[in-house]
């Protein structure tokens, strides 16, 4: 069991930055591929950016890559998404989400994945 905490959300002006923390509970957090997703509203929750167990391999959606950055601290069971260069099309509730994996791949659809935070909204004005 994994229970996933967000944080640092907020409201942004557009071309600003914010940082996306996720903690995880649990000893078993180096286990799982982890991603960020965000859902605006009227629209279909997507993925915004992946990273495997190891942090040796990420992916970013096209809409993000370039500005958006997913890093991980397995010994603080911490998973970050820098953000920068932000946009209003942006604005969304980001959620953290957790995939048991036993090898070092990643996770790209919303029912790979075991675990999901609560989420936290980001605002980018224009």
């Known amino acids: 069991q994994v229970q996933l905490v967000e944080s640092g959300g907020g409201l942004v002006q557009a071309g600003g930055s914010l940082r996306l923390s996720c903690a995880a509970s649990?000893?078993?957090?180096?286990?799982?591929?982890m991603g960020w997703f965000r859902q605006a509203p009227g629209k279909e929750r997507e993925i915004v950016a992946a990273?495997?167990?190891?942090?040796?391999?990420?992916y970013q959606s096209d809409s993000v890559k370039g500005r958006f950055t997913i890093s991980r601290d397995n010994a603080k069971n911490t998973v970050l998404l820098q953000m920068n260069s932000l946009k209003p099309e942006d604005t969304a509730v980001y959620y953290c989400?957790?995939?048991?994996?036993?090898?070092?791949?990643?996770?790209?659809?919303?029912?790979?994945?075991?675990?999901w935070g609560q989420g936290t909204q980001v605002t980018v004005s224009s």
């Open positions: 989400a957790a995939r048991y994996r036993v090898d070092y791949g990643l996770g790209y659809e919303i029912n790979e994945y075991d675990y």
């Open positions: 649990g000893r078993t957090f180096r286990s799982y591929a």
């Open positions: 990273i495997n167990r190891s942090g040796g391999l990420t």
